[in-house]
């Protein structure tokens, strides 16, 4: 899912774009920062607005260390297709264009909310691909919880007829309950907007309802950090130690925050990654 409406920050003075055809999609996709080591690939969540909104925040604080690059996936505003219900291969396709087309690999590729199953299947898929792989708020199958299927199948509905509660909702669940007390009403009316009920987000939560990739765990290599946020509200934190359990050699990290656990705990975050990816 997304973060909130401050977290497009302005992105650091070198960052170039570039954009990539998959199967008849244009991909773009931005590259930041300088590092010497691998690159490490953010894959956002559900919502048209992409990595924009998820990472304008968090990026500048990775740049440091890494070249970081941002793909936006069909869906998003700043990618063009046909429309076609979205898959998860069919995404991991594009990452994978994209770390081929920015250099090649193998990365570090991180995978938040939606991004989680699809960084997974690129992880199973082009193994040589990826070096190390962090998956942030994920989950592997939406028809086995009742809980995932009926709040997203709840989102495919009302972003067609109350796009204004589909944003409420997506708030609300986005944040834990602390973290919304604590910023107040004014800010959190400010959360409202920031994932509307697009076309393209709608494409997201359709195949939100539909994930399921528990074929492609035993065939993830690379070493692997799985993030789970206790407070979870949107893919509850269950699901998170579900993935670590279905992951050879996984470790597995907790931050005591709501969904957008990067947003509510980002100090916190910032190092689990930057400790899990800048490891020798």
């Known amino acids: 899912m997304s973060a909130t409406a401050t977290a497009t920050a302005p992105a650091p003075a070198t960052t170039l774009a570039a954009t990539v055809s998959v199967a008849g999609a244009r991909v773009h996709y931005e590259r930041s920062g300088s590092g010497t080591g691998p690159a490490l690939v953010l894959v956002h969540g559900t919502g048209s607005g992409g990595s924009a909104v998820n990472w304008g925040r968090t990026l500048?604080?990775?740049?440091?260390?890494?070249?970081?690059?941002?793909?936006?996936?069909?869906?998003?505003?700043?990618?063009?297709?046909?429309?076609?219900?979205?898959?998860?291969?069919?995404?991991?396709?594009?990452?994978?264009?994209?770390?081929?087309?920015?250099?090649?690999?193998?990365?570090?590729?991180?995978?938040?909310?939606?991004?989680?199953?699809?960084?997974?299947?690129?992880?199973?898929?082009?193994?040589?691909?990826?070096?190390?792989?962090?998956?942030?708020?994920?989950?592997?199958?939406?028809?086995?919880?009742?809980?995932?299927?009926?709040?997203?199948?709840?989102?495919?509905?009302?972003?067609?007829?109350?796009?204004?509660?589909?944003?409420?909702?997506?708030?609300?669940?986005?944040?834990?309950?602390?973290?919304?007390?604590?910023?107040?009403?004014?800010?959190?009316?400010?959360?409202?907007?920031n994932m509307p009920a697009t076309p393209g987000t709608l494409r997201h939560v359709d195949l939100d309802t539909r994930i399921d990739i528990r074929e492609l765990l035993p065939r993830i290599q690379a070493e692997t950090l799985v993030i789970g946020a206790a407070r979870d509200l949107t893919v509850p934190v269950e699901n998170s130690r579900a993935l670590h359990r279905a992951i050879a050699h996984s470790t597995y990290a907790e931050i005591d925050a709501g969904h957008v656990a990067f947003f509510e705990k980002e100090d916190e975050f910032v190092r689990l990654v930057g400790e899990f990816t800048l490891a020798s």
């Open 60 to 193: 500048p604080r990775f740049t440091a260390g890494h070249t970081v690059i941002t793909p936006d996936l069909s869906g998003t505003d700043r990618t063009t297709d046909d429309g076609a219900p979205l898959t998860v291969e069919g995404l991991a396709a594009q990452v994978i264009a994209v770390i081929e087309d920015a250099g090649g690999g193998p990365v570090d590729l991180l995978g938040f909310s939606m991004g989680a199953p699809v960084s997974a299947a690129v992880a199973a898929l082009r193994p040589d691909l990826v070096r190390r792989l962090v998956l942030v708020a994920g989950w592997a199958h939406t028809e086995g919880d009742e809980y995932l299927r009926n709040l997203f199948t709840l989102w495919k509905q009302i972003g067609v007829s109350d796009p204004a509660a589909f944003g409420r909702s997506v708030a609300m669940t986005g944040f834990s309950r602390g973290f919304l007390n604590s910023i107040g009403r004014e800010q959190m009316e400010l959360l409202i907007p």
